[in-house]
């Protein structure tokens, strides 16, 4: 299957710091979405992004299409400690059929408060 | 509420005995699919419905069926469980839009399966 790297794999951060994560892949996008898994619970979606460059935000969150359409990114403005959890990126491949996403390995975020 | 309900969310079993885990959404979804989620792997898709009777295979699904008899349902049968297919499994649902999708999956809450 499509492979979706995503970087870094875990963050310790204080809170109130800014973080930022990337998720790049080895073919093009037309679609890219970020998730938040809370420990114990199934991802919830957090923002999704339908065109390159796109910029989306969702009130401290803010995440963009990669203008090569191979990469996305999404950043957390001043943390708190409810951030703390795993964040997925998952694509939908250009040449993709159907609902087929690909997740990435998750990036596990630690607050300290 | 709009949901996709997995039961049970915590299973050990032995080696062998078959189990079922079943899945079901509300949001009248066409398509559904189950994910194993593994420390260090992330979500793999194990197999995935388009509509009712219709399922294909995922990127990890040996050792696993799946039917769609029903389009609010879509259960994960292990037939004989082994050691390795314990991990975190994960239902979810979506839209289906013709020639791609531009709508992403609600999930479960999860099924955490131990087999010994």
């Known amino acids: 299957g499509q492979q979706l790297n995503q970087s870094p794999q875990s963050m310790f951060i204080q809170e109130g710091e800014d973080v930022s994560m990337n998720c790049t892949s080895s073919s093009i996008f037309n679609t890219w979405l970020w998730y938040k898994q809370d420990p114990g619970e199934g991802p919830v979606l957090l923002i999704a992004l339908y065109k390159a460059g796109e910029l989306t935000s969702n009130g401290r969150l803010t995440a963009q299409f990669g203008t090569t359409r191979k990469d996305s990114f999404l950043n957390i403005s001043a943390s708190i400690p409810s951030d703390v959890g795993i964040y997925f990126c998952a694509g939908h491949p250009f040449s993709g059929t159907g609902n087929q996403f690909y997740f990435g390995t998750g990036t596990s975020l630690t607050v300290i408060p | 509420e709009a949901q996709v309900t997995q039961n049970p969310r915590y299973l050990i079993t032995v080696t062998g005995k078959k189990l079922t885990v079943t899945c079901s959404q509300n949001?009248?979804?066409?398509?559904m699919s189950w994910y194993r989620q593994d420390p260090g792997l992330g979500l793999r898709q194990i197999y995935y419905s388009m509509n009712v009777e219709v399922t294909d295979k995922g990127d990890v699904p040996e050792g696993y069926k799946v039917s769609r008899k029903e389009k609010r349902n879509f259960p994960l049968i292990l037939e004989s469980p082994s050691p390795n297919q314990t991990s975190l499994y994960f239902c979810?649902?979506?839209?289906?839009?013709?020639?791609?999708?531009?709508?992403?999956?609600?999930f479960g809450s999860g099924t955490r399966l131990t087999v010994v």
């Open positions: 949001m009248n979804h066409e398509y």
């Open positions: 979810a649902s979506s839209i289906r839009q013709g020639g791609g999708s531009r709508y992403g999956y609600t």
